[in-house]
């Protein structure tokens, strides 16, 4: 298979992830904190990224064995790759990350 199609199935996956995450939100959205969120320009640059990265990540992590794993592999290690890596960035710190220097700044929420 092409590496393009590993890419695209990771992608799927983390594009499915940050649904399932403003879905599970739903009912929250109304509140000041999640409307900031989704207006902030850091919460979409942020996310675009980790969209884009996720994939790469996952074919860097797998690329020796690539041909060896089906394509739904891709799939859920691209779902997994976001939130692996935001829990990563939050147990690194040893205090909650205040991004911007303003306590509650938007992208820190997105990160706690």
Same mark, same amino acid.
């Given at each position: 298979?092409?590496?393009?199609?590993?890419?695209? /199935?990771? =992608?799927?996956?983390?594009?499915?992830?940050?649904?399932?995450?403003?879905?599970?939100?739903?009912?929250?959205?109304? #509140?000041?904190?999640?409307?900031?969120?989704?207006?902030?320009?850091?919460?979409?640059?942020?996310? @675009?990224?980790?969209?884009?990265?996720?994939?790469?990540?996952? #074919? @860097?992590?797998?690329?020796?064995?690539?041909?060896?794993?089906?394509?739904?592999?891709? =799939?859920?290690?691209?779902?997994? =790759?976001?939130?692996? @890596?935001?829990? /990563?960035?939050?147990?690194?710190?040893?205090?909650?990350?205040?991004?911007?220097?303003?306590?509650?700044?938007?992208?820190?929420?997105?990160?706690?």
């Amino acid at each position: 298979m092409s590496t393009t199609l590993y890419l695209a /199935a990771a =992608f799927v996956g983390a594009l499915c992830q940050e649904l399932l995450h403003w879905y599970n939100l739903r009912h929250k959205l109304e #509140l000041k904190t999640y409307r900031a969120l989704l207006a902030s320009p850091g919460y979409w640059v942020v996310t @675009i990224l980790m969209l884009l990265l996720a994939p790469v990540g996952v #074919l @860097i992590w797998f690329y020796e064995a690539r041909d060896s794993l089906a394509l739904r592999d891709f =799939f859920v290690c691209g779902a997994a =790759f976001p939130t692996l @890596i935001k829990a /990563a960035a939050s147990a690194a710190v040893a205090k909650p990350l205040q991004l911007g220097g303003a306590k509650g700044s938007v992208l820190g929420s997105y990160l706690s």
